[in-house]
């Protein structure tokens, strides 16, 4: 049985989505068209990121639709290999890198899956596949232009889709290009949405509590189980 994926915010699944979520026939482009100085930048952001042990993230999710008002989400993410804590006000998913356990907050229910039969169905992935937009083959990459904002001198990256059937008409990673730090991708959807991944501080290699990756029923009165692996 399928996740319900409406639990989870729309921008946070297109980017914790692989590649493959994209589809890759009628190709127009490839990857190999890419501006030699995105993907250096991009190469510099991905060791970065693979020399961490762990990771804990504070971050803004800003979603825009045509005539709403902006709403804005805060939460966390904390990562160690396969496993993750992904936090927000009215839910969570953690995994301890075999399953997966969907809290649902304000309805008191758990549902818990099969972590590598979520993967296995292209359903959901870890939010590692957040940090690794930029080892897709799914676009191509280009820096539009560079900016100071608050201070930070930062790389606006353009990632246009390959796939021109793609709901997205492009993507865009800001990078701060002393640091070498993602501070932002923005999502623009061709009906004319914006998503807005925010990353508000990171920090690496620290302390977190092995129960971070668990869920524990006994800490929640009268929750309701719903078990969704295939037995």
């Not at 991009?42 to 804990?56: H, I, P, T």
């Not at 904002?149 to 290009?177: H, Q, Y």
Request: net charge negative; aromatic share 10%; charged share 30%.
């Amino acid at each position: 049985m399928m996740m319900n994926l409406k639990y989870i915010p729309a921008m946070f699944l297109l980017l914790l989505f692989s590649a493959s979520s994209f589809a890759q026939e009628n190709q127009y482009l490839t990857t190999a068209d890419s501006d030699p100085a995105a993907l250096q930048l991009l190469n510099k952001l991905k060791a970065k990121y693979e020399s961490f042990d762990n990771m804990k993230m504070d971050f803004s999710l800003e979603i825009e639709i045509p005539e709403e008002e902006m709403l804005v989400q805060k939460g966390q993410i904390f990562q160690h290999d396969k496993k993750f804590h992904l936090d927000f006000e009215q839910q969570a998913v953690i995994s301890n890198g075999d399953l997966v356990w969907i809290h649902l907050k304000n309805n008191n229910e758990v549902q818990i899956h099969s972590a590598a039969m979520l993967e296995e169905e292209d359903s959901f992935m870890s939010p590692q596949n957040l940090l690794k937009l930029y080892e897709s083959d799914a676009f191509i990459f280009a820096i539009s232009d560079e900016i100071v904002r608050d201070g930070k001198t930062v790389a606006l990256i353009e990632c246009k889709p390959i796939d021109s059937e793609s709901e997205f008409s492009k993507l865009r990673m800001t990078v701060d290009t002393k640091k070498i730090n993602m501070v932002s991708v923005k999502a623009f959807s061709k009906d004319g949405s914006r998503y807005t991944f925010i990353n508000d501080e990171l920090a690496s290699n620290i302390d977190i509590p092995s129960d971070k990756f668990q869920f524990d029923t006994k800490k929640f009165p009268d929750i309701y189980v719903e078990d969704m692996r295939d037995n």
